[in-house]
T-cell receptor, first 112, second 114 residues
């Protein structure tokens, strides 16, 4: 059973476009949701979300969580080629201790 | 560099051999996690330590896999009698603890079993 589902699986855009990546989850006792960026190496941490409706922002990236509808979105505005990566979503379920469940990721390619 | 480090970065081994990987977490981080990642998939949880105690282990984890964190600092992951299906990237991550659960990943060890 997939606890974390990301969509789309892949996305190709042109520089300057705005993209929205989706992460939906199904865990029994949600604690937090994390977004990571993975290039050809280990994932790097972007955001941690625990409360609904509060937007986290870092430069051109922003993310928000909806705990009622069990999803999060990651927005990237004015995309650049350096944004090309796989974006991973992970959810911490308190019922399974401290085990994070990762989605399969969204592969973003930004074309010049 | 005060990030998470892993050694070796690459390992090629023959089927049936044993391999051991090392992870050095960020120094003040109490929690340490091991994941396995294959192409096109997100990281898959293997096991987790709080200081030196191994508190969680994936039900999917074969008994050929064992991990230790003897002094609550670095950790080792050993795979015995490797199989071709063990070929993957093995990632280590650390976090501060209950109030700060965000994990920081090391560069990973890429294992190829021939």
């Amino acid at each position: 059973e997939d606890k974390v589902v990301q969509s789309p699986l892949s996305l190709v855009v042109h520089e300057g476009d705005t993209v929205t990546l989706n992460c939906s989850y199904e865990v029994t006792n949600f604690r937090s949701l994390l977004w990571y960026k993975q290039e050809k190496k280990a994932p790097t941490f972007l955001f941690m979300l625990t409360s609904s409706g509060i937007e986290k922002k870092s430069g051109r990236l922003s993310s928000i969580l909806d705990k009622k509808e069990l999803f999060s979105i990651l927005n990237i505005t004015a995309t650049q080629t350096g944004d090309s990566a796989v974006y991973l979503c992970a959810v911490l379920d308190q019922d399974t201790g401290n085990q994070f469940y990762f989605g399969t990721g969204t592969s973003l390619t930004v074309i010049p | 560099d005060t990030g998470v480090s892993q050694n070796p970065r690459h390992k090629i081994t023959k089927r049936g051999q044993n391999v051991t990987f090392r992870c050095d977490p960020i120094s003040e981080h109490n929690r340490l996690y091991w994941y396995r990642q294959t192409l096109g998939q997100g990281p898959e949880f293997l096991t987790y330590f709080q200081n030196e105690a191994q508190l969680e282990k994936s039900r999917l984890l074969s008994d050929r896999f064992s991990a230790e964190r003897p002094k609550g600092s670095f950790s080792t992951l050993e795979i015995q009698r490797t199989e071709q299906g063990d070929s993957a990237m093995y990632l280590c991550a650390s976090s501060l603890g209950p109030s700060r659960t965000e994990q920081y990943f090391g560069p990973g060890t890429r294992l190829t079993v021939t």
